[in-house]
């Protein structure tokens, strides 16, 4: 069993290698590499996107890299594996992104992402720190999480839902927040589960264990 979490220059990828490896010692999944080779990404058996920035340039780079975009839709696509977004990972799998200017995503989930616009001035932008999940639709990478369960953003722009039903769980910032998304073997996170303490591990155990 093999989970790749994809490299195209996104950001500092340590911690979230070090938390997948974690849990997937403690749950036999397997073994877990970051890798920016396409070839890799190709045969893995789960799919990590991480994701750190501007919507804009993580697209181009997933996108620019040699072989690493077509390789991921191959995976996640055409052979049905696993696959994970996290923060702006997540945020690439909507129809369109509007940070800077208009970008298409991977149209996975059906939602936009746009500016986080607090009903609450005295709320800042971005939306940093600690906050509590609210469940919206169970799922078996839930299991064992519950509303109240704290989980770690750091992000200024969210997903705007049109498919409700794809919502999984969101926080409240001055308004409804998505958190999590999900569309058949397709996951997202907005936070960082790999800094989102005992709640966001067991949250990767469950994805190193989920079979769609």
């Given amino acids: 069993m ?9 950001g500092n990828l340590h911690s979230a290698e070090k ?26 058996d789960r799919v990590v996107l991480p994701g750190d920035g501007a919507f804009p340039a993580c697209q181009r780079a997933l996108t620019g890299h040699s072989g690493l975009y077509e390789a991921m839709i191959e995976a996640v696509e055409t052979r049905g594996r696993p696959f994970l977004g996290i923060c702006v990972g997540m945020q690439l799998m909507a129809r369109t992104g509007h940070e800077y200017e208009e970008v298409p995503g991977l149209g996975w989930i059906d ?17 940093m720190g ?5 469940i919206d639709t169970p799922h078996p990478v839930l299991d064992g999480i519950v509303t109240g369960d704290h989980a770690y953003f750091v992000h200024s722009y969210h997903m705007a839902m049109h498919d409700t039903a794809q919502r999984l769980a969101h926080v409240d910032y001055g308004g409804d927040v998505t958190a999590i998304v999900g569309a058949g073997n397709k996951l997202g996170f907005q936070f960082h589960p790999e800094k989102s303490a005992d709640a966001g591990l067991r949250m990767i155990a469950n994805f190193l264990r989920w079979t769609p």
């Fill in 19 to 44: 938390a997948f490896q974690r849990m997937a010692r403690e749950t036999g999944a397997g073994d877990v590499i970051v890798t920016d080779k396409a070839e890799t990404v190709a045969r893995a």
């Fill in 2 to 10: 093999l989970t790749v979490i994809i490299d195209y220059e996104s």
């Fill in 130 to 134: 600690w906050n509590d999940l609210v």
């Fill in 111 to 127: 939602g936009e992402v746009s500016h986080i616009s607090p009903a609450d001035p005295a709320l800042k932008v971005p939306h």
